[in-house]
Nanobody, 115 residues
Framework: QVQFVTSGGGLVQPGGSLRLSCVCF????????MSWYRQTPGKQRELVAS???????TYADSVKARFAISRDDAKNTVYLQMNSLEAEDTAVYFC?????????WGQGTQVTVSS
């Protein structure tokens, strides 16, 4: 059974940093393009960052130069390093794994940026 487990969220002050992790159990991790999404109440889930199986990355304009997505295929893990956090980054963050034949979502992790 394939399962994605997300961790690393929490409360941080503006300007602070957090690193989110998403680990895949039971999957062929290197086959998937991995992404991070976030969602706030009443809004649609939005794409934050993506990384392909070959390591190419894309970012939402709102997080460019502040966030970095990376993957460690040996550990079946994708990371989201978030720096210079702003109140507007407060959301539930989800990892997403996509292959041509299937898509998986991890459980969300809450990130709250507040003083």
């Amino acid at each position: 059974q394939v399962q994605f487990v997300t961790s690393g969220g929490g409360l941080v002050q503006p300007g602070g940093s957090l690193r989110l992790s998403c680990v895949c159990f039971g999957c062929t991790f290197r086959s998937y393009a991995m992404s991070w999404y976030r969602q706030t109440p009443g809004k649609q889930r939005e794409l934050v960052a993506s990384i392909t199986s070959s390591g190419s990355t894309t970012y939402a304009d709102s997080v460019k130069a502040r966030f970095a997505i990376s993957r460690d295929d040996a550990k079946n893990t994708v990371y989201l390093q978030m720096n210079s956090l702003e109140a507007e980054d407060t959301a539930v963050y989800f990892c997403n794994a996509k292959a041509p034949w299937i898509t998986y979502w991890g459980q969300g992790t809450q990130v709250t940026v507040s003083s």
